[in-house]
């Protein structure tokens, strides 16, 4: 309904991603034994009584390339338009606007403010993922565990709204020098990527890909499709899997609106279509980070960092895959189209995104509504009462309770985790901290 008639056409023939953030409302399920009918109601996502609410959504498979996104100083673009990506920006939207209205005297049905003053979801919601797929990197590679062929147990049907939560077990991180916990990058298009480096560097990019060709297959590192290596230099952006991981540490909220949420908040239940795989899924999304620890570390900065958990969320396959067809084996899947979507609860359309640039095609200013300037905006709006510059301000960073302390601090958590796992990496019986 609120994708613009432009962007049905782009992609019919073609295939693309589409990941959504719902709202669960278990106060709500009593309504439908009130009211059964309202299940197979096509407009119930209308209804507010209704248990799930689409608060944000992204669609797309595209990002910038190293070169630009480093000439992108101001932040006014969307360097990942990857879908999953997209739609964690406009749930931070969706959540400022909400803090907002509930700031100004406005009832929101989906934010409080606690007794710290902060923010925070109600306690009744619980927040779900949707993909269309599984995320590109990591949970791709299906190895390193014996998986079986899932299907849907049909027997939740007679349950609506009921979900299983299954403990994950610890996984046995036995094939470092393969990869199995190793972040991965998207991998841009070598030739653009070639012309920007150093004959020196290309030499060193040679001689190791020599390497691993010649090196025993069953140990060399295993690279999923689309993504490469950090250190190749083919990409700087990490893939939605890693993405994702670091969602179930330091909450999907990210750094800019940690400042004014009580908690970090999390993923309940986590819904994949094609290319699932639950034992995968769980390695790739959280379980590979089992032995990081925020609380081990002994700067200030991650004394503050307590209420950071890993989180284990609920991962579920579908009933119906967004891509009906099958595709046959001579036939390679479309991805051509540039246009991106995101949207969030409270805007009126979708905003369309070219992806390789990561400029808006529909505002005015080429500026999305999921760029990291106008989420900036809104945060300081929702803060202070206006717009500030956030970035600039001695008082708001000498102050430990603004926006840029929490930025700082998750920053530096993130940071400690991603060189966890990257030190981990490849690496062939080193002590794990």
Known sequence: KHAPEKIVTIFRGQQTVLATFLIFD??????????????????????????????????????????DIKADTAKRKVRDSHAEILARRALCRFLLTEMENEKSNSFSPFVEKSATGKFRLKPHLKLILYTSSAPCGNSVLKRWAKGRRESYDASYDNTPFKYPSWTHEKIHVQSLEQGQIAPLVKKEDPSGVEAEMSSDRKTEIVM??????????????????????????????????????YWNLLGVQGKMLMNIMDNPLYISVLVVGRKFSRVHLRRALCCRLQDFNPRRFNDDISKESNCFRLNHPTILCTKTKLDKGVLSQTTSANFAAVECL?????????DIIDGNKGVSLTQQNGVPLVAGITIAELLTKVKYDSVQNAYSSEELKKDPSTYVYAKVKHGITKMKMYKFINDL???????RI
């Not at 290596?229 to 939605?240: H, N």
């Not at 995101?342 to 979708?350: G, L």
């Not at 990496?425 to 002590?431: M, P």
């Open 26 to 67: 278990e106060s709500k399920i009593d309504m439908l034994e009130i009211n059964p009918e309202m299940e197979n109601d096509v407009y119930h996502y209308e209804n507010p009584n209704f248990p799930l609410q689409v608060v944000a959504f992204g669609l797309g498979t595209k990002y910038m390339n190293k070169k």
């Open 208 to 245: 190791a890909t020599l390497a691993t060709k010649n090196s025993d297959r069953r140990h060399g590192p295993r690279i999923a499709p689309g993504t490469a290596q950090p250190d190749t230099g083919f990409g700087c952006i990490l893939s939605c899997s890693d993405k994702i991981a």
């Open 342 to 350: 995101s949207w969030s609860r409270n805007d009126a359309a979708a």
């Open 425 to 431: 990496s490849y690496t062939k019986g080193q002590e």
